[in-house]
């Protein structure tokens, strides 16, 4: 495979021999294999992918571009009689692992830690994976539209979420990317609300996040609606606001430009009124095998979009004790510009 071929190439120019992959999402952009226990030896020459007999006829299906070892014991026992038996002495490990496996390592090898080698490849979304990201988005754009006109007065945040992980799955997503986000009222000020027994109220303003799964990639999508009552005034001003720092965000997504920048075309919209001490978060985040991954789009952030980059723009405005406004769509870094890549409308829609 071409992911591994270009790794291959990045090892041989690094200061060790080889590199030990143990993220499963890492492994599975790799080699394409979904299982739940493998690791995967990289070498500028050759690659192996490890793992034990419960797995030995599905590595044989899925994976491509490693040679399969089926260990008889501990996989990192077999991981240590490759590295020895190819007189490999200085070996890379993820970063983000444990104490546990640097212990393991280095009392016969050198282990020398790494960020973000393979995550650094993700950020860039082939062809293949593209179509998988824009499955997933019409998962949970056709899931949505099925339950939208369960939404009404008196039915409570967590029905509504049931149901519509419910249509996701049936839609043919096998897992969801997060547990679905409804909040109504005062709960929608809180941007990672938890849906409750909470029934929707006239006046509500009611904030939906949800995301959709084809083939190990996630989307991730969000609307805000208000239902009819009194007072919707000062939630339909906030409103009007996000959608226009959603625009200005998306309009300024080109390759070449930092993602500071766009951050900062959401945050200055939203601090032009007067509200910038309500929008906390930061702008978007990258989407594919997992469902937050580089880039980042926020003020602190040193990453230039380049083309192939999906990731979602999301600002929002939170006001405690009234509820939250949200407008969230993913996005993908082209030739030209920027495409959106979900759909739903994001006018106002009062229930």
């Given at each position: 495979m071409?992911?591994?071929?270009s790794?291959?190439?990045?090892?041989?120019r690094?200061p060790f021999?080889?590199?030990l992959?143990t993220?499963?999402?890492?492994?599975l952009?790799l080699?394409g294999f979904?299982?739940?226990?493998?690791?995967?030896?990289?070498?500028?020459r050759?690659a192996?992918?490890?793992?034990d007999?419960?797995?030995?006829?599905q590595s044989q299906r899925?994976?491509?571009?490693c040679e399969?070892?089926i260990?008889?014991?501990?996989p990192?026992?077999?991981?240590k009689?490759?590295?020895?038996k190819l007189?490999?002495?200085r070996?890379g490990?993820?970063?983000?692992e444990s104490f546990?496996?640097?212990?393991?390592?280095?009392?016969e090898?050198?282990p020398v830690?790494?960020?973000?080698?393979?995550?650094?490849h993700?950020?860039i979304?082939?062809?293949?994976?593209l179509?998988?990201?824009k499955?997933?988005?019409?998962?949970?754009?056709?899931a949505?539209?099925?339950i939208?006109?369960?939404i009404?007065?008196?039915?409570t945040e967590?029905?509504i979420a049931?149901?519509?992980?419910?249509?996701?799955?049936?839609?043919g997503c096998?897992?969801?990317?997060?547990?679905?986000?409804?909040?109504s009222?005062?709960n929608?000020?809180?941007p990672?609300?938890?849906a409750s027994?909470?029934k929707?109220q006239?006046g509500?303003?009611?904030v939906?996040d949800w995301?959709?799964?084809?083939?190990g990639?996630?989307?991730d999508?969000?609307?805000?609606f208000l239902?009819?009552?009194r007072g919707?005034?000062?939630?339909m001003e906030?409103y009007r606001?996000?959608?226009r720092a959603?625009?200005?965000?998306?309009n300024?997504v080109k390759?070449g430009v930092?993602a500071?920048?766009?951050?900062r075309?959401?945050?200055?919209?939203i601090?032009a009124?007067g509200y910038?001490?309500y929008f906390?978060?930061a702008?978007?985040?990258?989407?594919g095998?997992?469902?937050?991954e580089?880039?980042?789009?926020s003020?602190?952030?040193?990453?230039?979009?380049?083309?192939?980059m999906v990731?979602?723009?999301?600002?929002?405005?939170?006001l405690?004790?009234?509820?939250?406004?949200r407008?969230e769509?993913?996005?993908v870094?082209t030739?030209?510009?920027?495409?959106?890549l979900t759909?739903?409308?994001r006018r106002?829609?009062i229930?």
């Amino acid at each position: 495979m071409e992911r591994i071929e270009s790794l291959k190439e990045e090892i041989g120019r690094r200061p060790f021999g080889a590199f030990l992959v143990t993220n499963l999402r890492n492994i599975l952009y790799l080699s394409g294999f979904t299982g739940s226990s493998a690791v995967v030896l990289l070498t500028s020459r050759r690659a192996f992918l490890v793992t034990d007999f419960r797995y030995k006829e599905q590595s044989q299906r899925e994976v491509k571009g490693c040679e399969i070892v089926i260990a008889s014991d501990s996989p990192y026992k077999a991981v240590k009689g490759l590295l020895k038996k190819l007189s490999i002495k200085r070996v890379g490990f993820e970063y983000n692992e444990s104490f546990a496996l640097y212990d393991m390592l280095r009392k016969e090898f050198s282990p020398v830690p790494v960020k973000n080698l393979i995550e650094e490849h993700r950020k860039i979304k082939d062809n293949t994976e593209l179509k998988n990201i824009k499955r997933a988005v019409r998962r949970a754009e056709d899931a949505f539209l099925r339950i939208k006109p369960y939404i009404k007065r008196g039915v409570t945040e967590r029905s509504i979420a049931l149901r519509l992980e419910e249509e996701l799955k049936r839609g043919g997503c096998r897992r969801l990317p997060f547990d679905i986000i409804v909040a109504s009222g005062p709960n929608a000020a809180l941007p990672h609300a938890t849906a409750s027994e909470r029934k929707l109220q006239p006046g509500d303003l009611l904030v939906i996040d949800w995301g959709g799964e084809a083939e190990g990639y996630y989307s991730d999508m969000t609307r805000t609606f208000l239902l009819n009552g009194r007072g919707l005034e000062k939630k339909m001003e906030i409103y009007r606001i996000v959608v226009r720092a959603n625009r200005l965000a998306v309009n300024s997504v080109k390759s070449g430009v930092q993602a500071r920048d766009v951050d900062r075309a959401a945050r200055d919209a939203i601090k032009a009124k007067g509200y910038g001490e309500y929008f906390g978060h930061a702008t978007g985040h990258g989407v594919g095998l997992d469902i937050h991954e580089a880039p980042r789009i926020s003020f602190m952030s040193k990453e230039t979009l380049k083309k192939g980059m999906v990731f979602t723009i999301e600002p929002g405005i939170y006001l405690p004790g009234t509820g939250g406004v949200r407008i969230e769509d993913m996005v993908v870094v082209t030739d030209r510009g920027v495409k959106r890549l979900t759909s739903l409308p994001r006018r106002l829609e009062i229930i």
